[in-house]
């Protein structure tokens, strides 16, 4: 079936016109009104414009032009800003705003020939672990629909494991790329923090956001990466490094690769999660990599770390809201002063009015040394402590969450609970590195991560450790029940 196709094999059928991207994006938003309301993975569908869309990649593929994702229908999280589409941020304080532009990351993709399908649900303003926060209401997991499917990128996560796109766009500030992916079963990559522009993708924590993939192998979000990385003059935090060819190296064996257990990641591991890690281990030690131990000894202080730093972050961003920052352009100053006014609560929901208050304490005055200063210099010793470990592997690993994906309800009464979903991806949001989330078996016959975190801009070598082990493997190719 199309929708079990990977990328690569998708553009090759559009290449050699045995399928048109119309019939492609028709399959799947047949999908979507098939299986969209029990999921409620969308927060708008943009079913008229893809076809358009379709329609001028198929005219593009009929003059000859050939791409990577030339005609591939995709999912944009709504917290990008999309030109004449609502851009909610999955918050009713956004609920009728209707972005003037696009992010890079949404204007390199359309560029490059993708057909956007719509806009996928997200804890409001990417705050949260469980979807849950949305104003649109949860998003069901399609493993098991009283589940949640993790967050803040819900939509997309449970998008992709559907089936209802063959990719999809997502945020990472705490984890919420990974965390979804490994909840979901798909493959979630969050590049390097300054890899991927932040320019119109509204902010959450501006020092932690970083925009990446939601795909079902290494291979496919490979192909993505390539087309949303690089330089982007309009984020002052984009890096300009070159773009490695990060599908030509994908293959490559990987003999004495030097792979790193993160002590700090195994003590108290679940038994069944650590088994699924030993055995994916296993496959490692048989494609040629060798592993040790390492320690990250500041790594546990990653949780309290990011919940000081990010509320700080978002607080300034929500509460001062100058229209750049807060990522987008608001030409009518009419329009911003409603917007600075709705920001002072109303219209937020609770999750979003927690952050902001914990915000604003802990740069108050009174409380700035102990809390946010402290934090500033836990958030050095974590990344002190990757860079030591990176001196002696070239990449660690370990899982993506401490328990498959929970019952919905089940954590949004207790906050503390809720925030120990993200202790084994913050800490690479801290340090700005780059991390990927693939499938490694089921608990429960619940999906289960593998997570593995690389040095600055290794997003080649993680793509290329995870396309090996799914070579290996067929974790990833498995599709929850009624959606194959
Ligand atoms: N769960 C974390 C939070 O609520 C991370 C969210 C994210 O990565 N956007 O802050």
Redesign the pocket.
């Known amino acids: 079936m199309l929708h079990n196709l990977f990328i690569g094999e998708l553009a090759a059928r559009l290449s050699n016109r045995q399928i048109s991207s119309v019939e492609l994006t028709r399959h799947f938003l047949a999908r979507i009104d098939r299986f969209n309301p029990a999921l409620n993975a969308f927060i708008t569908l943009t079913a008229e414009r893809a076809l358009k869309d379709a329609a001028d990649a198929d005219a593009r593929i009929a003059s000859g032009e050939r791409g990577p994702l030339l005609g591939i229908p995709l999912i944009h999280k709504d917290i990008f800003c999309t030109d004449g589409v609502k851009t909610s941020c999955g918050s009713r304080m956004l609920d009728n705003f209707v972005a003037p532009y696009d992010a890079t990351v949404v204007a390199r993709l359309r560029a490059a020939g993708t057909v956007m399908l719509g806009k996928s649900n997200m ?1 409001e303003f ?4 469980s979807n849950e926060t949305s104003y649109y209401g949860p998003v069901q997991n399609p493993w098991d629909v009283t589940k949640v499917p993790g ?2 990128s819900g939509g997309s996560a449970a998008a992709t494991a559907a089936r209802m796109a063959p990719f999809a766009t997502g ?6 790329i990974r965390q979804p992916a490994a909840l979901t079963g798909v493959t979630g990559l969050k590049p390097t923090y300054g890899r991927v522009s932040r320019y119109g993708m509204i902010a ?1 924590a501006s020092s932690l956001d970083q925009a990446g993939v939601f795909a079902r192998s290494a291979g496919d979000a490979a192909a993505v990466l390539q087309v949303m990385a690089g330089y982007d003059p309009r984020d002052s935090t984009s890096v300009d490094v070159a773009v490695p060819d990060y599908s030509k190296d994908i293959s490559k064996p990987l003999k004495g690769l030097k792979i790193g257990l993160l002590r700090e990641f195994f003590e108290g591991l679940e038994p069944r999660n650590a088994a699924l890690i030993e055995e994916a281990l296993n496959i490692y030690t048989g494609l040629g990599a060798e592993t040790r131990e390492v320690s990250l000894p500041h790594l546990p202080l990653s949780v309290p770390t990011y919940y000081v730093v ?1 509320p700080a972050e978002c607080s300034s961003n929500l509460s001062r809201f100058d229209g750049v920052r807060f990522g987008y352009r608001c030409s009518n100053p009419q329009d911003l002063m409603d917007l600075y006014k709705r920001s002072r609560g109303e219209g937020f929901g609770a999750e979003v009015k927690r952050r902001i208050m914990t915000g604003t304490y802990v740069l108050s005055a009174g409380y700035f040394d102990a809390y946010y200063l402290k934090a500033q210099k836990a958030r050095r010793l974590i990344t002190d402590d990757f860079r030591s470990a990176f001196e002696k592997v070239d990449l660690v690993i370990g899982p993506t969450t401490p328990t498959p994906a929970f019952d919905i309800g089940a954590k949004m009464n207790d906050p503390v609970l809720m ?1 120990l ?2 202790i084994y991806t913050i800490g690479a949001n801290l340090a700005g590195l780059p991390g990927v989330s693939v499938p490694c078996g089921f608990v429960e016959g619940l999906p289960m991560g593998l997570q593995l975190i690389g040095p600055h801009f290794a997003e080649a070598v993680l793509l290329n450790a995870a396309h090996q082990y799914q070579q290996a493997t067929d974790w990833h190719k498995h599709a929850p029940r009624g959606y194959e």
């Not at 990417?126 to 672990?129: D, E, K, N, P």
């Not at 945020?171 to 919420?176: K, V």
Request: zero cysteines; a negative charge.
């Open positions: 804890d990417a705050m949260g672990s967050g803040s945020t990472d500030t705490g984890g919420s959450f990010a925030y979903n993200d």
